[in-house]
């Protein structure tokens, strides 16, 4: 009788302890913030969202930041409408956005970034076209509403700026990337 009452106190605190981590996986699932970063050279690129899984047309909350990390107090960067360019597709149809933002070929920007200090950019979905007239019918359904279409997006965000070499009087390229997944359902 006292080995079953052993044995039956050893599964209620299995099934007890079983339980409990679930609940737990289950009730932070999506909820905690999403962050992926690239270090290269002397800028760090960082993607934010303020979680993984959103609900179909909820306001989905997306910040690309840059931040200097070099060795000078600051730095000035130069590009054209913005440092960052985004690339997104839904991966169960293969539909595909990119930034209708100008990438860099002439700067008409410039921006004085301290070291340490992050540039900080909210994603704006209107700046996004169709990357194929094919799916320009079911991009313009993913620009309706405030939020994304039920799907799972991979989100990469790019950076497309230059740097002045005050030694040689020369311009550098910096194009750095980094990604996200994102579901909405």
């Keep these: 009788m006292r080995q079953f009452l052993y044995s039956f106190i050893v599964i209620i605190i299995m099934m007890v302890g079983c339980s409990s981590e679930e609940e737990h996986l289950y009730s932070s699932e999506g909820r905690d913030p999403i962050i992926s970063e690239t270090e290269a050279g002397d800028f760090i690129i960082r993607l934010q969202s303020s979680k993984g899984i959103y609900k179909e047309d909820e306001s989905v909350k997306i910040v690309a930041k840059l931040k200097y990390v070099g060795e000078e107090d600051s730095i000035t960067i130069f590009y054209g409408e913005s440092p960052f360019l985004y690339d997104i597709t839904e991966t169960e149809l293969g539909i595909h956005a990119t930034n209708i ?85």
């Design 101 to 185: 933002h100008q990438r860099l070929e002439n700067p008409t920007n410039e921006q004085l970034l301290d070291r340490g200090e992050w540039l900080e950019k909210e994603f704006n979905k209107t700046f996004l076209s169709a990357s194929d007239e094919e799916y320009l019918e079911s991009f313009e359904w993913f620009l309706d509403g405030e939020g994304f279409p039920a799907g799972n997006y991979e989100i990469e965000l790019r950076t497309d700026f230059l740097t002045l070499n005050v030694d040689d009087d020369e311009f550098q390229q910096h194009n750095y990337s980094t990604n996200i997944m994102l579901k909405s359902e």
